[in-house]
Each structure stands twice: as C-alpha cells, then as structure tokens.
C-alpha cells in the first residue's frame, strides 16, 4: 500500500488549500480512507473520513469549512479545506484503513496505511 499526500503549503487566515492523496495497492471497495493532521506536540487527530460507499463524516471542528472526497476511481483522496484559521496549522496525513469508517470510530489503532504527511501552516 502506498499512499502520497500534495498539496500542503503556507496560506493567511480565512484562505484555502486542497490535499491531494494518491493510493494504490489496496482493495478500494472495502476500505476506509481519511485524513488525519498532527500540530506540534499535541497527538494525531482524525479530521474526516469516506467510506468505499462514498459517506462521509468531518470533526466538528472543521464541519462546514473541510471536504473529503475521492475521484470516481476512488485511487485519489482529496480534503478542500476553506476559511483557514491559525489553529488548522498542522502536519496532515492521508490514511486507510481495512474496516468501514463507521466501525472505526475515527481511532487511529484502526488505521494500518499512512502516507508521509504534508504540512499547512495557516499564519
């Protein structure tokens, strides 16, 4: 399984970036993609999820300003993430797991895929 995250950069306060993830090596059809981001010194936090049935869930943190989303071939994960705020500031990570989104309670020991990570530093 391999899975590369783009996108990240610096952007001002209330800007948007779009994460890119490109997956290949696992059964798309039964698995749960998600992003998850990381701030300095603070643990690793699940912040949306799509299931192979194409549902979706956000933290509420982030509802209403991120969007996950994948292609139609379900190879690339996207999150588009609008009306930045400092505090969105973060390593992101792209994610997979082998059970649905729905069992995995957005838990991280349920994750066994992760890509390098892509850093958004919102100023």
């Known amino acids: 399984v391999q899975l590369v995250e783009s996108g990240g950069g610096s952007v001002q306060a209330g800007g948007s970036l779009r994460l890119s993830c490109v997956a290949s090596?696992?059964?798309?059809?039964?698995?749960?993609m998600a992003w998850w981001r990381q701030r300095p010194g603070e643990e690793r936090e699940g912040v949306a999820q799509?299931?192979?049935?194409?549902?979706?869930s956000v933290v509420n943190s982030v509802k209403g300003r991120f969007t996950i989303s994948q292609d139609n071939g379900k190879t690339t994960l996207y999150l588009q993430m609008n009306s930045l705020k400092t505090e969105d500031t973060a390593m992101y990570y792209c994610?997979?797991?082998?059970?649905?989104?729905?069992?995995?309670?957005?838990?991280?020991?349920?994750?066994?895929?992760w890509g390098q990570g892509t850093q958004v530093t919102v100023s």
């Open positions: 090596g696992f059964t798309y059809s039964s698995s749960c």
């Open positions: 994610a997979v797991s082998d059970s649905w989104c729905y069992d995995t309670g957005m838990k991280e020991h349920y994750f066994s895929y």
């Open positions: 799509i299931d192979s049935d194409t549902s979706t």
